[in-house]
């Protein structure tokens, strides 16, 4: 930060870029892609529109910065997992990292994003960035766990309908059939 003349904290441009990021989660969590403005954005971080669009120049360049920014998060969270795992064997390695994306996605807003991204996959810079995160992410569990083939796909299929289950708050519901997709499921 620096001061302005008056001796009041000025924010810096990364700063309020972090701002924004953290913002605009919760705003396209809420409303997704389509149904979020950057004038909405702009509001709930606390600056000008015009602000917004000096740090990104259109609204699909700030969803895809967030996309990046929830991804950076799951894999900081992989990777303290990974360093926690009590052994090496792939097992417990995925059993690691899918414990840290149970209480990463307990931040609901951060699981939410990630879906809306995938249903603004039709948008070609958006599917761009939803396939280099999951690109990214599947090779870092194959590289941290030594996981085959078929025990990695099991394990971002469990992801999968972890996300779903939580989005559609289906640990709220006591029937049959959440009792029964939810087995085995961690959630926070």
Do not use: N
């Amino acid at each position: 930060m620096t001061r302005s003349p008056a001796g009041r904290q000025l924010s810096t441009a990364e700063e309020r870029r972090e701002t924004v990021l953290r913002t605009a989660v919760g705003a396209f969590a809420a409303r997704g892609y389509y149904g979020t403005t950057t004038g909405e954005v702009a509001k709930a971080a606390g600056i000008s529109q015009a602000y917004v669009y000096r740090l990104f120049p259109d609204k699909e360049t700030l969803f895809v910065a967030v996309i990046e920014h929830c991804s950076t998060r799951m894999r900081a969270a992989f990777a303290e997992a990974a360093a926690r795992a009590t052994s090496s064997d792939p097992a417990s390695v995925l059993d690691a990292l899918g414990d840290a994306y149970a209480r990463l996605v307990a931040d609901k807003d951060l699981l939410l994003v990630m879906l809306q991204a995938k249903c603004a996959a039709s948008e070609p810079a958006i599917r761009d960035a939803v396939r280099a995160t999951y690109a990214r992410e599947v090779e870092y569990v194959r590289a941290v766990s030594g996981a085959g083939e078929e025990d990695i796909q099991r394990f971002f299929a469990r992801g999968f309908l972890c996300d779903a289950l939580i989005a559609m708050g289906a640990d709220e519901v006591d029937a049959p059939w959440s009792r029964t997709l939810l087995t085995g499921i961690r959630h926070y």
